[in-house]
């Protein structure tokens, strides 16, 4: 599966500012990888392994970062796909989307460092009636960071990136300017 990103040129080093707002050497930018739909059927196809479809009656995904991969495993569970998306900031849930009552949804995210976007997401589901059980990311750049979730959470490829607040940054030290790529820095 790194394999599959390196070869994508997905993993980018220099400076970045992450969504935490942390800085890292490292990023990776899942939608090089995605973009060629092969990986995008063999990523999902790997992600679902662990799950029964029978389990789900809709698959969710907050924009952007998960409605390719989050389409994709919707395709092969044959399930509805929904997603979440921001609005000046706040997660929502627009385009005419609704969830029948106390519908069983999988969560399907790229990239989870915080986790932040997928816990929007949750909460916007249950507004609306939902019942978020499980969530499946492709990469955990944050493993055995415990609390994120009040769900159970599985990935498939775990990728420790160590980071920096921008006190202690080495790339800042040496003067070099940090970017901020991707929206919320989640690929
Ligand atoms: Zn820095």
Redesign the pocket.
């Given at each position: 599966m790194l394999q599959m990103y390196e070869d994508a040129g997905a993993l980018l080093n220099g400076?970045f500012v992450l969504s935490s707002g942390r800085?890292s050497a490292r990023y990776l930018q899942s939608a090089l990888v995605l973009m060629h739909m092969d990986n995008t059927t063999s990523l999902a196809t790997e992600l679902i392994k662990t799950v029964n479809a029978d389990d789900y009656d809709m698959v969710v995904s907050p924009a952007i970062g998960g409605l390719v991969i989050g389409q994709e495993v919707a395709r092969q569970l044959r399930k509805p796909f929904i997603f979440t998306e921001r609005k000046e900031g706040e997660m929502q849930m627009r385009r005419g989307f609704s969830i029948p009552d106390g519908a069983k949804l999988l969560v399907i995210e790229d990239v989870i460092t915080t986790g932040g976007s997928v816990r929007e997401c949750i909460a916007v589901v249950r507004e609306f009636g939902g019942n978020p059980t499980t969530i499946l990311a492709v990469v955990d750049r944050a493993p055995g960071q415990e609390g994120r979730f009040d769900i159970p959470h599985h990935t498939v490829m775990h990728l420790d990136v160590e980071t920096?607040d921008?006190d202690t940054?080495p790339?800042?030290k040496q003067g070099t300017p940090?970017i901020k790529p991707g929206s919320r820095g989640n690929a």
């Open positions: 400076h800085h920096f921008t940054c790339m800042c940090a």
